[in-house]
Protein backbone atom coordinates (compact mmCIF):
# COMPACT_ATOMS: atom_id res chain seq x y z
CA UNK A 1 0.00 0.00 0.00
CA UNK A 2 1.56 3.81 -0.82
CA UNK A 3 1.43 6.53 1.45
CA UNK A 4 -1.71 7.88 -0.36
CA UNK A 5 -3.25 4.66 -0.04
CA UNK A 6 -2.82 4.63 3.50
CA UNK A 7 -4.28 8.06 3.91
CA UNK A 8 -6.98 7.65 1.34
CA UNK A 9 -8.48 4.89 3.68
CA UNK A 10 -7.77 6.69 6.99
CA UNK A 11 -10.25 9.34 5.14
CA UNK A 12 -12.43 6.88 4.59
CA UNK A 13 -12.23 5.15 8.11
CA UNK A 14 -12.42 8.11 10.05
CA UNK A 15 -13.75 10.89 8.01
CA UNK A 16 -10.57 12.90 8.89
CA UNK A 17 -7.47 14.04 6.62
CA UNK A 18 -3.49 15.22 7.49
CA UNK A 19 -4.79 18.64 8.57
CA UNK A 20 -7.15 17.84 11.40
CA UNK A 21 -4.55 14.80 13.21
CA UNK A 22 -1.92 17.32 13.51
CA UNK A 23 -4.29 19.64 14.79
CA UNK A 24 -5.46 17.53 16.99
CA UNK A 25 -2.41 15.96 18.43
CA UNK A 26 -1.44 19.56 19.04
CA UNK A 27 -4.09 20.19 21.14
CA UNK A 28 -3.38 16.94 23.12
CA UNK A 29 0.11 18.12 23.30
CA UNK A 30 1.62 15.46 21.19
CA UNK A 31 3.68 17.87 18.72
CA UNK A 32 7.20 17.90 20.39
CA UNK A 33 10.56 17.53 19.09
CA UNK A 34 11.79 13.97 19.34
CA UNK A 35 8.41 12.48 19.85
CA UNK A 36 8.03 8.75 20.20
CA UNK A 37 5.04 6.76 18.47
CA UNK A 38 4.00 4.93 20.84
CA UNK A 39 1.98 7.27 22.71
CA UNK A 40 0.63 8.13 19.36
CA UNK A 41 -0.27 5.25 18.29
CA UNK A 42 -2.39 4.29 21.36
CA UNK A 43 -4.08 7.38 20.96
CA UNK A 44 -4.88 6.79 17.35
CA UNK A 45 -6.12 3.24 18.34
CA UNK A 46 -7.90 4.09 21.35
CA UNK A 47 -9.84 7.12 19.77
CA UNK A 48 -10.18 5.43 15.52
CA UNK A 49 -9.51 1.90 16.07
CA UNK A 50 -6.89 2.18 13.87
CA UNK A 51 -3.81 -0.24 12.86
CA UNK A 52 -0.20 0.07 13.52
CA UNK A 53 0.13 0.68 9.62
CA UNK A 54 -2.61 3.56 9.12
CA UNK A 55 -1.06 5.18 12.40
CA UNK A 56 2.64 5.05 11.44
CA UNK A 57 1.37 6.77 8.39
CA UNK A 58 -0.36 9.45 10.57
CA UNK A 59 2.78 9.72 13.41
CA UNK A 60 4.86 10.22 10.25
CA UNK A 61 2.80 13.38 9.08
CA UNK A 62 2.93 14.42 12.58
CA UNK A 63 6.63 14.11 12.82
CA UNK A 64 7.03 15.88 9.42
CA UNK A 65 5.44 19.08 11.11
CA UNK A 66 8.30 18.73 14.27
CA UNK A 67 10.82 17.91 12.08
CA UNK A 68 10.61 18.25 7.91
CA UNK A 69 11.01 14.93 6.44
CA UNK A 70 14.31 13.72 4.26
CA UNK A 71 13.61 12.83 0.87
CA UNK A 72 13.03 9.43 -0.70
CA UNK A 73 17.10 9.21 -1.56
CA UNK A 74 18.09 10.63 2.02
CA UNK A 75 16.06 8.17 3.49
CA UNK A 76 16.81 5.60 0.91
CA UNK A 77 21.15 6.26 1.65
CA UNK A 78 20.24 5.82 5.84
CA UNK A 79 18.98 2.02 4.71
CA UNK A 80 23.22 1.53 4.29
CA UNK A 81 24.82 4.17 6.82
CA UNK A 82 26.88 2.69 9.06
CA UNK A 83 27.50 -0.66 9.24
CA UNK A 84 25.20 -1.55 6.97
CA UNK A 85 27.06 -0.33 3.81
CA UNK A 86 28.44 -3.67 3.62
CA UNK A 87 24.65 -4.12 1.70
CA UNK A 88 25.14 -1.11 -0.44
CA UNK A 89 26.92 -2.13 -3.75
CA UNK A 90 24.98 -5.78 -3.72
CA UNK A 91 21.61 -3.78 -3.53
CA UNK A 92 22.64 -1.68 -6.08
CA UNK A 93 23.28 -4.57 -8.15
CA UNK A 94 19.79 -6.11 -7.63
CA UNK A 95 18.18 -3.39 -7.71
CA UNK A 96 19.78 -2.74 -11.21
CA UNK A 97 18.38 -6.43 -12.12
CA UNK A 98 14.97 -5.64 -10.78
CA UNK A 99 14.78 -2.37 -12.84
CA UNK A 100 15.18 -4.73 -15.71
CA UNK A 101 11.54 -6.12 -14.99
CA UNK A 102 10.13 -2.93 -16.30
CA UNK A 103 10.19 0.95 -16.64
CA UNK A 104 7.18 1.04 -13.52
CA UNK A 105 9.87 -0.35 -10.69
CA UNK A 106 10.10 2.62 -8.08
CA UNK A 107 11.68 2.43 -4.54
CA UNK A 108 10.46 4.30 -1.90
CA UNK A 109 11.51 4.43 2.19
CA UNK A 110 10.51 4.49 5.17
CA UNK A 111 12.37 5.07 7.86
CA UNK A 112 13.25 1.19 8.85
CA UNK A 113 12.73 -0.61 5.08
CA UNK A 114 12.49 -0.36 1.58
CA UNK A 115 9.66 -0.72 -0.64
CA UNK A 116 9.64 -2.21 -4.23
CA UNK A 117 6.91 -0.56 -6.01
CA UNK A 118 5.55 -1.48 -9.43
CA UNK A 119 3.47 1.49 -10.15
CA UNK A 120 1.96 2.12 -7.22
CA UNK A 121 1.80 -1.52 -6.21
CA UNK A 122 4.53 -3.10 -3.17
CA UNK A 123 5.22 -6.37 -4.77
CA UNK A 124 8.99 -6.57 -1.98
CA UNK A 125 10.57 -4.89 0.57
CA UNK A 126 13.84 -5.04 2.00
CA UNK A 127 15.25 -4.39 5.64
CA UNK A 128 18.93 -4.14 6.13
CA UNK A 129 20.80 -4.93 9.29
CA UNK A 130 24.78 -5.32 9.50
CA UNK A 131 24.63 -9.12 9.16
CA UNK A 132 21.99 -9.85 7.15
CA UNK A 133 19.70 -8.08 3.95
CA UNK A 134 16.35 -9.28 4.30
CA UNK A 135 14.14 -9.57 1.15
CA UNK A 136 10.26 -10.01 1.74
CA UNK A 137 8.33 -10.20 -1.20
CA UNK A 138 4.56 -10.69 -1.79
CA UNK A 139 3.65 -13.77 -3.33
CA UNK A 140 0.41 -14.67 -2.11
CA UNK A 141 -0.95 -18.57 -2.69
CA UNK A 142 2.69 -19.57 -2.77
CA UNK A 143 3.91 -22.08 -0.43
CA UNK A 144 6.98 -21.61 1.59
CA UNK A 145 10.47 -23.35 1.13
CA UNK A 146 13.03 -23.99 3.76
CA UNK A 147 14.64 -20.64 1.68
CA UNK A 148 11.31 -18.48 1.22
CA UNK A 149 9.88 -18.55 4.23
CA UNK A 150 6.61 -17.67 5.69
CA UNK A 151 6.43 -13.54 6.43
CA UNK A 152 4.67 -13.91 9.59
CA UNK A 153 5.09 -11.18 12.02
CA UNK A 154 8.10 -9.54 10.43
CA UNK A 155 5.84 -7.54 8.02
CA UNK A 156 2.06 -7.87 6.87
CA UNK A 157 3.13 -6.16 3.63
CA UNK A 158 4.00 -9.53 2.06
CA UNK A 159 3.80 -13.04 2.31
CA UNK A 160 7.33 -14.17 2.61
CA UNK A 161 10.84 -13.47 3.57
CA UNK A 162 14.06 -14.56 2.21
CA UNK A 163 17.11 -14.41 5.08
CA UNK A 164 20.39 -12.45 3.01
CA UNK A 165 23.78 -13.20 4.91
CA UNK A 166 25.90 -13.46 1.72
CA UNK A 167 25.54 -11.16 -0.94
CA UNK A 168 25.91 -14.31 -3.62
CA UNK A 169 22.39 -15.33 -2.18
CA UNK A 170 21.12 -12.86 -4.32
CA UNK A 171 20.69 -15.11 -6.99
CA UNK A 172 18.68 -15.94 -9.64
CA UNK A 173 16.35 -18.00 -7.56
CA UNK A 174 15.60 -14.68 -5.60
CA UNK A 175 15.46 -13.03 -9.00
CA UNK A 176 12.51 -15.38 -9.97
CA UNK A 177 10.66 -14.60 -6.50
CA UNK A 178 10.68 -11.16 -7.02
CA UNK A 179 10.09 -11.36 -10.64
CA UNK A 180 6.93 -13.29 -10.07
CA UNK A 181 5.53 -11.28 -7.13
CA UNK A 182 6.68 -8.03 -10.13
CA UNK A 183 3.97 -9.77 -12.18
CA UNK A 184 1.65 -10.65 -10.05
CA UNK A 185 1.27 -7.05 -8.88
CA UNK A 186 -0.23 -5.65 -12.21
Same mark, same amino acid.
Request: proline residues 4%; charged residues 25%; without cysteine.
Given at each position: ????????????????????????????????? !??? =???????????????????????? =???????? @?????????????????????????????????????????????????? !? @??????????????????????????? @???????????????? @????????????????????????
Amino acid at each position: MTFQAYWDSIMAKTGKGPDDFIAMARQKGLLVE !GMK =ATPILAWLKEDFGLGSGHAMAIFG =ALKDTVQP @RSTNEERIALRFAGGKSVWQNPWDKLLARIREFGPDVSVESTDTYLSLLR !G @RRKFAVVYTVTARMDVGIKLTGVEPTV @RLTPAGTWNTMVTHRV @RISDASELDAELLAWLRQAYDLAA
